[in-house]
């Protein structure tokens, strides 16, 4: 049983333009949320979080919106850059007395110059 | 600044063998410890995790191990390799803040069992 779904295995996404990517969950004791980026044959880079108590977290080019209602996030990316390019995973994590974080399956992202 | 270590980078060991993957975390005190395994067309799955030393907390059974003989030392051990244990292995630390805070990985290591 898949806690946190991505289902979007892969998506490409011309420069300069916004990047979304989705992650799905279906645990409601999930009450912090992950995306963290991953180039190929390296560990995964931190990204971005947020808590379950906000509906939305910036950082510069990375803003990812939660919906607790529809047990559903989404990361986005304006602008999109080549160096980008990279499977982008969402994880998730319960509150206090847990340490596992859940991943999902990840979505390659592509952006083409 | 925190720093993570996996070593090798890369093994490949044939059926039946031992195995010894080695994560140390530079800069920090008292992390929270993990294993990770992402295997061919799967998400990350974790091993292992440990929050202090000689506290090592097993999430899926197989026949793998973990120890952790120092606080900022974290071993994975076989005592015989499985086709099914070749992955990309990675290792995790997080600050002693609780389970919600951000975990950062290391570099991975990629181990193809033959």
């Known amino acids: 049983d898949q806690q946190v779904k991505q289902n979007s295995p892969s998506l490409s996404v011309q420069e300069g333009r916004i990047s979304i990517l989705n992650c799905d969950y279906t645990n409601s004791m999930f009450d912090y949320f992950l995306w963290y980026k991953k180039y190929p044959a390296e560990g995964p880079t931190f990204l971005i979080s947020?808590?379950?108590?906000?509906d939305k977290n910036e950082d510069g080019r990375f803003t990812v919106f939660l919906n607790k209602s529809a047990k559903h996030l989404s990361l986005h990316i304006v602008p999109s850059q080549p160096g980008d390019s990279a499977v982008y995973f969402c994880?998730?994590?319960?509150?206090?007395?847990?340490?596992?974080?859940?991943f999902g399956k990840g979505t390659k992202l592509s952006v083409i110059p | 600044s925190q720093t993570i270590h996996q070593w090798p980078a890369t093994l490949v060991q044939p059926v039946g063998s031992p195995l010894s993957l080695e994560c140390t975390v530079e800069g920090t005190s008292n992390p929270n410890l993990y294993w990770y395994r992402q295997a061919a067309g799967r998400g990350l799955q974790l091993l292992f995790y440990?929050?202090?030393?000689?506290?090592i907390s097993s999430e899926v059974p197989q026949n793998l191990s973990a120890s952790r003989p120092q606080d900022r030392q974290f071993i994975l051990s076989s005592k015989k390799l499985l086709l099914s244990d070749s992955g990309f292995y990675l290792c995790?630390?997080?600050?002693?803040?609780?389970?919600?805070?951000?975990?950062?990985f290391g570099p991975g290591t990629r181990l193809t069992v033959l």
């Open positions: 995790a630390w997080s600050r002693d803040q609780g389970s919600s805070d951000t975990q950062y």
């Open positions: 947020i808590s379950s108590i906000k």
């Open positions: 994880a998730a994590i319960y509150g206090a007395g847990s340490y596992q974080l859940t």
């Open positions: 440990s929050v202090g030393i000689g506290q």
